[in-house]
């Protein structure tokens, strides 16, 4: 199986200042069309997972633009350019290359 | 609006079973990947199964294997996750997700299930 593995798994940040969560892949997630399947949902408190990014940097439809992803092969990064208070929450990232497929722990998004 | 709602959810003895439903709108249900996701209170999110369009072909983390069976009614706009032999570990919140890119584009509220004596 693929592991996934985020840091940090906790985020104290500073309303208006950016942010980034870091995920690491034990195996590139590259397919052999090209595209590269890592993706990264948000889950604010009390609510379901939302769909961020997909395909390591496309945004999903209605995602605000301060929202980011990044990388390639094993190395891939989640930012927000500014952060704002409904961004609390809750970040996994999850890779859909292979059965199974597997999410990072979670990493805590918090005001500081 | 793509719309999925679970119900079925509920309290059951360990060894005991229960069927979960997600009924789908807003989309050709019909044309997509449907799959079964669950997070255990307060823990992260494991995928359990998905399955095919056409429902030929169905797919299961190993701890599930030979207990859970997903299927769906196109016709209904319906997916089912019928759980047997269940155990502690069982106990989640289980999400109905539709399948996009490689990933999962639209998740239900959830249900609850907790495998308790």
């Known amino acids: 199986d693929i592991v996934m593995t985020q840091t940090p798994l906790s985020s104290p940040v500073t309303l208006g200042q950016p942010a980034t969560i870091s995920c690491r892949s034990s195996?590139?997630?590259?397919?052999?069309?090209?595209?590269?399947?890592l993706s990264w949902l948000q889950q604010r408190p009390g609510q379901p997972p939302r769909l961020l990014i997909y395909?390591?940097?496309n945004r999903f439809s209605g995602v605000p633009d301060r929202f980011s992803g990044s990388g390639a092969g094993t190395d891939f990064t989640l930012t927000i350019a500014r952060v704002e208070a409904e961004d609390v929450g809750v970040y996994f990232c999850m890779q859909g290359l292979q059965s199974p497929w597997t999410f990072g722990q979670g990493t805590k998004v918090e005001v500081e | 609006e793509v719309q999925l709602v679970e119900s079925g959810g509920g309290l059951v003895q360990p060894g005991g079973s229960l069927k979960l439903s997600c009924a789908a709108s807003g989309f050709t249900f019909g044309r997509d990947w449907m799959g079964w996701v669950r997070q255990a209170p307060g823990q992260g999110l494991e995928w359990v199964a998905n399955?095919?369009?056409?429902?030929?072909?169905?797919y299961y983390v190993d701890s599930v294997k030979g207990r859970f069976i997903i299927s769906r009614d196109n016709a209904k706009n319906s997916l089912y996750l019928q759980m047997n032999s269940l155990r502690a570990e069982d106990t989640a919140l289980y999400y109905c997700?539709?399948?996009?890119?490689?990933?999962?584009?639209?998740w239900g509220q959830g249900t609850l299930v907790t495998v308790s004596s």
């Open positions: 997700a539709k399948h996009g890119d490689y990933c999962f584009d639209n």
């Open positions: 195996q590139s997630l590259l397919h052999t069309n090209g595209n590269t399947y």
């Open positions: 399955i095919k369009p056409d429902g030929s072909g169905t």
């Open positions: 395909k390591t940097s």
